[in-house]
């Protein structure tokens, strides 16, 4: 059905705000996608603060242009689903690659964070990154690791003294 010029107008409004209220967004392919998947996805991608939406690509490409994105991200054909999230890019493509590896019903095409254009490869090698979360429990890990070795080898020498005594002194008794 044909949209009306006031509708398409609107409609570019709405997607030139999602691009630049968005740290970032991910192109899937949506043509095989069905209701429920599209439905579990949606509720998934609240739960890491991203969005869904079906595009009208032509209209799309426009608010692209309009909004300077990198030039490879506005090249893509077929039917188009944005993904729009706010910091963590990680988790919706976590999602995204367990669809695609489930039920082979999602493919992603591209993608941009904080400026930076992603090929279809970069988006699913940021499935296999840790979440953030995990990432700064890892770096707490490794930065606590030196200060606990340190004090370990500060209390060696005390510990192997006190050995040594309780030995004496129960060889006394």
Do not use: H, W
């Not at 032509?58 to 909004?67: C, N, P, Y």
């Not at 490794?142 to 510990?159: D, E, I, K, Q």
């Amino acid at each position: 059905m044909s949209k009306s010029r006031t509708q398409k107008e609107e409609l570019l409004k709405k997607y030139k705000e999602l691009i630049e209220s968005k740290s970032g967004y991910l192109l899937v392919n949506s043509d095989k996608i069905d209701t429920t998947t599209v439905t579990n996805l949606k509720i998934q991608l609240k739960d890491v603060d991203a969005t869904f939406a079906v595009l009208k690509n032509s209209i799309f490409k426009i608010a692209l242009q309009d909004t300077k994105q990198p030039v490879q991200i506005q090249d893509f054909d077929g039917p188009t689903a944005l993904i729009t999230f706010e910091q963590d890019p990680t988790q919706p493509a976590k999602l995204v690659k367990q669809i695609q590896k489930e039920s082979k019903l999602l493919d992603s095409k591209a993608g941009v964070y904080e400026g930076e254009f992603l090929s279809a490869e970069r988006v699913m090698q940021l499935a296999d990154i840790p979440s953030r979360e995990v990432l700064l429990s890892q770096l707490v890990g490794t930065l606590n690791a030196p200060l606990s070795n340190f004090v370990n080898v500060l209390t060696g020498n005390v510990r192997s003294l006190t050995v040594v005594l309780k030995g004496i002194s129960e060889k006394i008794s």
